[in-house]
């Protein structure tokens, strides 16, 4: 079967009964490719009937909270239920610290409780791998790249500040096709690299072009987020076959429908609005 798609969550930060944060699944063979960890994640694999135990890796786009709240829970749930081998893990600088601090210090008693508390069940560690640009895994049958992109690294913030935040998109290739995901990002020369030719992109689209009737709201659409005003264009530009639109604000259906005709304006091929639990196959 070729590889798929399924959107685990497509909100953003603030709590969206409809939605959870967003959170990527690429299914392909066997292995099952967990991009992101926020609000929801666990339950929505359970609720799709995937193995958390046969998760493996998992790929972190960045350190905001709606992104790796639930880190936690994958690392622990996918043990709990029968994880056989090391989890391994990749994000940008300092994901391992943010690891090393959820299991060392703060579910450390966790563990341990667990583990003595059944006697045949050691504890299988998570192998954390800080990266930048380029190659991240591969097997036989795919591979996975990384850019860096932009998610508000041109805004003014302390210089020590700007060192410690990056960003990353992700990249699958194989036999079938490819698979993009833009991570949260606006246009950015990282970005063009990791979508070009993408027989799917999946992507940011955060406000409808009638919603970005603020100077906050432009700044975000400018800086932060890429919104229905450019998504469309990075698509053609890329060249991409399908644009999936994820990391949606809260917002009315019309205003919902609205922002996909925006991208479906300046973009010729299909574009689907995300929902928790879209599949997408190559
Ligand atoms: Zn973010």
Redesign the pocket.
Known sequence: MKPSIVLLGTGGPRPDTARGATSLLIQAGEDNILIDAGRGVVRQLASLGVNLARINPVLIT?H?Y??IGELHDVMLSSWLLGRAEPLRLFGPPETRRIVDTLLHQVYDKDIEFRVHESLNHPWQPVETTDILSGLVCETPNWRVTAEIVD?GNRLEFPEAFKQRWVCLGYRFECADGVIAFSG?TVDCPGLRRLAVNADILVHCCYLARAEINTPQMQRLADYTLACADTVGHIATETNVGTLVLTHHRQKSDAMLEQMRQDVVNDFTGPVLLGHDGLRVGL
């Open positions: 960045h905001h709606d992104h998610h949260d």
